[in-house]
């Protein structure tokens, strides 16, 4: 048995000698080790199974690798975050973003004005049309002036109410500037009257309680109305006054330096780039918009209009300006009385039948006591309980409108807007200070017991101060107008430094001004009229607006003599015609802005006695001028009457359209209703 076995281990013993000699031969081959690594894994002591080497023994750490450029880069991205952070906070704790918003203005700016400089052409290089340039610039403007709020929907507002010379696509964007504002909350607005009254609170200010204690007043929180300056509220006073408190909104007085600052900037870099004498009344701008963010100015331009129309026989009793109460008026605090009526723009309440009684008039008339009963208490205490800082405890009184609630004050529109248009003329022509916002949300219609119209202006911020000068040579101008004094208009117009007499009196009547050489819109028309035919529509639209450029070098001539007063009162006289426009033009408004323009010669005390009786010779023989104009005036209104076309201030809209297209210019009338 063991003989048998000792063959096979032999075999074995041979095939592990074999083995052994194979992986010797091996080794041999193999590369010589580093005598750095076998030094780092060599030990003092003999090989010891489960027993790891002593830190000594393992030889000197390789260093860590740094990464230095990283770390920089890393505290710097730290350090400018930290700085910009610390920055907005302080922005928009100390001056209410007014930084931030001076940075986006300064960035559409630039970015609308590089567009416009790249392809305002007939063919713009980065494709597309001029209209398409004017679509994504009105866009781009729109969206900053709501995005800054604030004094910005204010320059916004005025834009669009002159938005008649710039293009279409901007006119029909900025026609939603007039959206009303958000409110702010109150407890925002609280903080205005705390501290504009040496930190008392609304209850002692007003003499109001928010729980309906006896012997208060009463005042809702929130507001009846917001713009984007202020945001009136309605109060009842202990003594049973019904005010309108006009609250300024705190960032205002943060954000109107920076705004207006942002504003002379962006104004002085276009006057450059686009080689237009703009800048020169941008400061006199800013002066008007300032003021009206000062309500103390707005009081005292209130009770100068209140006094002048109470000393015009003509006016008083036709016209009302709210009382101011002082004692609650500060920089940012207007209270005046409330005005219960119509608005303007309501057509249907003003003109529709009068349920109210006979012998009866609209509430609160030529300042009588609103009626407040104790039925209205008991549902303003309720109110109160119910929603508070949401309530609505004024009355409605509007039983006039009858139980259909149909009713309305049956007035004439006529009567309405020769009102209106002898309020403005006076202003204008008679005594020189000039309400510049007349747009139908700052008149209120009511009827009086008697059954006539009575005018209410609200609303006294942005005013005009005329110099009698000034004046004087506005009314010589405006009679000129309708007698194609064209020798008078010349010398007017030189002395205010425009060149361009005839376009700028087409400006002034608000139609096609019939008289003078017309060098001067002969003369700009002629420029691309040549083969107009022959051009491309872009090539057309290009030189359109290039002749527009020009008509506005030629009016704004001279800088310095130009009357930076013009501005407003274009702006006053552009409303009142989009007014009786808006009512079917049922008065001849040029008429009768003539005949004050007239009388104002002769009635001026300024005068010496001499010029004053040539003058009232004259405005004699002037009636018969005047009586022109209401042949052309009825003639209008018979064929409005027939259906045969519109009134007189829609012919005369529409032949401004025609002349305004030689100039580059679309009127849109849509724009200034309302």
Not at 260 to 276: E, G, H, N, Q, S
Request: proline share 5%.
């Amino acid at each position: 048995m063991y003989r048998n076995r000792i063959p096979s281990l032999c075999a074995r013993q041979a095939l592990i000698r074999r083995a052994h000699a194979t992986r010797s031969r091996s080794l041999v081959h193999l590369p010589r080790a580093n005598p750095t690594q076998a030094r780092s894994i060599q030990t003092s002591h003999a090989f010891e199974p489960l027993r790891p080497p002593s830190p000594a023994s393992l030889g000197k750490p390789a260093a860590a690798r740094e990464y230095k450029r990283t770390r920089r880069w890393g505290r710097r991205l730290l350090v400018t975050s930290a700085v910009l952070g610390a920055a907005y906070l302080v922005d928009r704790q100390a001056f209410a973003s007014g930084v931030g918003r001076s940075l986006r203005t300064f960035g559409t700016g630039l970015f609308v004005a590089l567009d416009y400089k790249l392809n305002f052409r007939a063919a713009p290089l980065l494709g597309g049309t001029i209209e398409d340039l004017h679509v994504r610039s009105a866009e781009r403007l729109f969206e900053l002036l709501r995005a800054n709020g604030g004094l910005y929907l204010k320059i916004g507002q005025a834009i669009a109410m002159q938005s008649a010379v710039l293009p279409p696509e901007f006119q029909k964007m900025f026609a939603r500037m007039f959206d009303d504002a958000p409110q702010d909350e109150w407890r925002d607005v609280e903080k205005v009257i705390r501290k504009d009254f040496g930190g008392r609170g609304v209850e002692e200010v007003f003499g109001v309680s928010f729980t309906g204690e006896e012997g208060k007043g009463l005042m809702e929180r929130r507001a009846r109305a917001s713009a984007s300056v202020a945001q009136v509220h309605w109060a009842r006073l202990p003594d049973g006054r019904e005010v309108a408190i006009k609250l300024q909104k705190p960032e205002i007085a943060k954000q109107v330096g920076w705004d207006l600052w942002a504003f002379k900037v962006v104004m002085r870099v276009y006057t450059w780039w686009f080689d237009l004498p703009l800048y020169s009344i941008v400061p006199f701008i800013t002066e008007r918009l300032m003021l009206e963010t000062d309500f103390e100015s707005e009081a005292r331009n209130s009770e100068v209009m209140r006094d002048l129309v109470n000393s015009e026989p003509s006016l008083k009793g036709r016209v009302y300006i709210p009382k101011v109460y002082p004692e609650f008026t500060t920089k940012r605090v207007l209270v005046t009385e409330w005005i219960e009526g119509v608005r303007l723009w309501d057509k249907g309440a003003t003109a529709g039948r009068w349920l109210g009684g006979h012998g009866n008039g609209s509430p609160g008339v030529h300042g009588a006591q609103l009626q407040f009963g104790p039925a209205d208490k008991e549902a303003a205490r309720r109110e109160l309980r119910e929603n508070p800082l949401k309530e609505k405890l004024k009355p409605e009184r509007d039983t006039w409108k009858g139980r259909s609630g149909k009713g309305g004050l049956g007035l004439s529109t006529k009567e309405v807007m020769t009102t209106m248009v002898d309020l403005f003329s006076a202003q204008i022509f008679k005594w020189g200070v000039v309400h510049c916002d007349p747009h139908p949300g700052n008149i209120f219609i009511r009827r009086l017991p008697s059954g006539k119209a009575e005018l209410v202006l609200i609303d006294h911020g942005l005013y005009v101060y005329m110099s009698p000068k000034f004046r004087h040579q506005y009314a010589l101008f405006w009679k000129s107008l309708m007698t194609f004094d064209n020798k008078t208009i010349s010398e007017v117009t030189e002395q205010w430094g425009i060149r361009a007499p005839d376009l700028f009196a087409s400006a002034t009547l608000m139609r096609p001004y019939e008289g003078g050489d017309r060098s001067t819109r002969n003369h700009i028309v002629k420029m691309g009229s040549e083969e107009n035919r022959r051009k491309t529509p872009g090539e057309r639209h290009y030189e359109a607006q290039q002749r527009m450029k020009q008509g506005i070098r030629e009016i704004l001539a001279d800088e310095d003599k130009w009357p930076q007063e013009l501005i407003f009162i274009g702006r006053n006289m552009r409303i009142v015609q989009g007014n009786n426009q808006f009512l079917g033009s049922p008065i001849n408004r040029v008429k009768i802005m003539g005949n004050w323009a007239s009388r104002s010669l002769f009635q001026d005390p300024n005068l010496p006695w001499r010029e004053r009786m040539t003058n009232a010779w004259r405005h004699l023989l002037f009636k018969t001028v005047l009586f022109a104009t209401d042949i052309a005036f009825y003639t209008f209104k018979v064929r409005q009457w027939l259906g045969w076309g519109g009134g007189m201030e829609d012919e005369v809209e529409a032949r401004m359209r025609d002349m305004a297209k030689d100039f580059g210019v679309e009127l849109q009338h849509e724009v200034f209703e309302g």
